[in-house]
């Protein structure tokens, strides 16, 4: 949806509402006292169950309910963060939505932070380094597995995780794991792209480990792994300053999910629905 069309079929409470309800109830209207499928639609813009005759807003139970921030602000609030995620700071919002407070502001963004984040994320695809290194954290020897995804020449999303070293079969589970199946994007490829290097760059498996899968990776012996290294620059940094001694994996994941967060892209739509599944203290 684009930024014109949303100021003009959703500007009004009504209009809002009846968008959220086709959202919420997708696959058609649930109560959520009783499961039951059928509603009234009454005056006041609430939904009664046919059954038990519970009534409800289509925003009972969200993030929207008693908000004091009209659902038309929200609904741009969120395109707004779509588009421009991370750019988006409390006092743009405050300016944006004509909102009293920069309270408020911040209190909308955190939603949508959380909105993003519970957003299952892609595994990785276009060129990807798997490569294993030794990390000396705080007196322990730990060796980690990373997979760093290269799109064109920019940096793309990572995995980093604890490992054994050279276990073939946690390399192999993690590739699997984390990584698409690589000839499914070789394939998916235009003539003129295929010229480029697009798959799994490692050197730590064989002809063995792999069978016929093994042509498919790319094994230049030469190869830099230069973005692995930058990656692995800035984790050693980030572990150090946050990550207790005992908390490692912990540390690996947080580190994972706050560098992605960056390369997932949501669009109105799925960050709106997002928002009404996030749970709300009641
Ligand atoms: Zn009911």
Redesign the pocket.
């Known amino acids: 949806m684009d930024l014109a069309t949303l100021k003009n079929t959703l500007s009004t409470d009504i209009q809002c509402r009846e968008y959220l309800a086709t959202l919420r109830w997708k696959n058609g209207f649930v ?1 959520p ?4 499928n059928e509603a009234w639609k009454t005056k006041e813009m609430k939904y009664k ?1 046919k ?4 009534k409800l807003s289509v925003t009972s139970g969200t993030v929207f309910q008693n908000s004091h921030v009209p659902l038309n602000k929200w609904f741009l609030a969120i395109w707004l963060f779509a588009e421009y995620g991370k750019k988006v700071t409390a006092d743009m919002l405050q300016n944006e939505l004509e909102l009293g407070s920069n309270r408020t502001a911040l209190s909308i963004i955190k939603k949508l932070k959380k909105a993003k984040l519970t957003t299952k994320i892609k595994k990785l695809g276009h060129t990807v380094e798997i490569t294993q290194h030794p990390f000396d954290f705080r007196g322990q020897k730990i060796y980690v597995l990373v997979a760093t995804e290269i799109i064109g020449n920019a940096l793309g999303q990572i995995r980093i995780q604890k490992s054994e070293y050279r276990n073939k079969t946690q390399i192999i589970d993690f590739i699997k794991n984390n990584v698409l199946p690589y000839d499914l994007f070789i394939n998916d490829l235009k003539p003129e792209q295929k010229k480029k290097q697009v798959g799994i760059v490692t050197q730590l498996l064989t002809q063995e480990d792999m069978g016929s899968d093994y042509n498919k990776l790319i094994k230049s012996p030469s190869y830099q792994y230069r973005f692995t290294k930058k990656v692995l620059y800035n984790f050693k940094d980030w572990m150090y300053m946050k990550c207790p001694k005992d908390k490692f994996e912990q540390g690996c994941k947080i580190y994972c999910v706050i560098h992605n967060s960056k390369y997932i892209s949501m669009t109105f739509e799925e960050l709106l629905e997002k928002l009404l599944l996030q749970k709300v203290r009641k």
């Open positions: 109560c006292k009783c499961q039951h169950c059954k038990c005759g519970h």
